[in-house]
């Protein structure tokens, strides 16, 4: 379909590689372990199911890294990936 005029054309996305995908998740979890450790927050743009998952993937990397639950959350146009806040009492069993 011919975009109208004056106007250029939606970037198409090229899907992540296995190879690229799992890079990328391994860099971006350096990163973001930094940030956490230093502001206890990180957001970045996340506006793609790919990206989402990825970003999912970094936090999971992240948590097992620092040894402490972390959370992300989107909204379909950024992610946000900080330490969980796990003040609710826990159950117990009645054994």
């Known amino acids: 379909m011919p975009h109208p005029p004056n106007t250029q054309p939606a970037p198409r996305r ?3 590689s296995t190879d690229e995908k799992a890079r990328a998740e391994a860099n971006f979890a350096l990163l973001v372990t930094e940030h956490l450790t230093t502001s206890g927050r990180f957001r970045v743009s996340a506006d793609t199911p790919e990206l989402v ?3 999912q ?3 999971r990397r992240v948590g097992e890294t620092l040894h ?3 959370i992300s ?3 379909g146009r950024y992610m946000v990936i900080t330490f969980s806040d796990d003040k ?3 159950l117990q069993d009645a054994g």
Request: hydrophobic share 40%; proline share 17%; aromatic share 12%.
């Open 14 to 16: 090229t899907p992540l």
């Open 53 to 55: 998952d990825l970003f």
């Open 57 to 59: 993937g970094v936090a």
């Open 68 to 70: 402490r639950p972390v």
């Open 73 to 75: 959350y989107a909204n």
């Open 88 to 90: 609710e009492p826990h």
